[in-house]
């Protein structure tokens, strides 16, 4: 698949499934959840479906553990941010959260690769 329409049609999946989750995230209740559902799991089967045609099972299972190893990274970024922010303030709290977040998607990366 070419290039350019490859990137089209992760836009276009990603953008219509962006809008049935937003849909499913008006329909639940706390109105609080709609962002989960709106984005991260709509660009994620959008990404993995344009990645499963073009690439196969073995570059989907790349692309999931990847997926894995970033959520993880982001879940450490979460936990840390929230002191490092109160101890050190707004700038170098991320500042520090993000090298961190860095570190541990590098080495996640390095252990499902």
Same mark, same amino acid.
């Given at each position: 698949?070419?290039? &350019?329409?490859?990137? &089209?049609?992760?836009? &276009?999946?990603?953008?219509?499934?962006?809008?049935?989750?937003?849909?499913? *995230?008006?329909?639940?209740? =706390?109105?609080? #959840?709609?962002?989960?559902?709106?984005?991260? =799991?709509?660009?994620?089967?959008? %990404?993995?479906?344009?990645?499963?045609?073009? %690439? @196969? @099972?073995?570059?989907?299972?790349?692309? @999931?553990?990847?997926?894995?190893?970033?959520? &993880?990274?982001?879940?450490?970024?979460?936990?840390?941010?929230? =002191?490092?922010?109160?101890? #050190?303030?707004?700038?170098? *709290?991320? !500042?520090?959260?993000?090298?961190?977040?860095? !570190?541990?998607?590098?080495? *996640?990366?390095?252990?499902?690769?």
């Amino acid at each position: 698949m070419d290039d &350019v329409w490859l990137l &089209v049609a992760r836009g &276009v999946l990603g953008g219509v499934l962006v809008m049935c989750f937003a849909l499913l *995230g008006e329909a639940t209740s =706390p109105k609080r #959840f709609a962002g989960i559902f709106a984005a991260a =799991p709509a660009v994620a089967i959008g %990404g993995m479906t344009i990645t499963a045609v073009d %690439g @196969g @099972g073995e570059a989907l299972q790349r692309s @999931g553990l990847g997926m894995i190893a970033g959520a &993880v990274a982001l879940v450490a970024y979460c936990a840390l941010a929230v =002191p490092l922010v109160r101890r #050190f303030g707004a700038l170098a *709290g991320s !500042a520090w959260s993000l090298i961190l977040w860095a !570190a541990v998607a590098w080495l *996640g990366w390095m252990v499902v690769s």
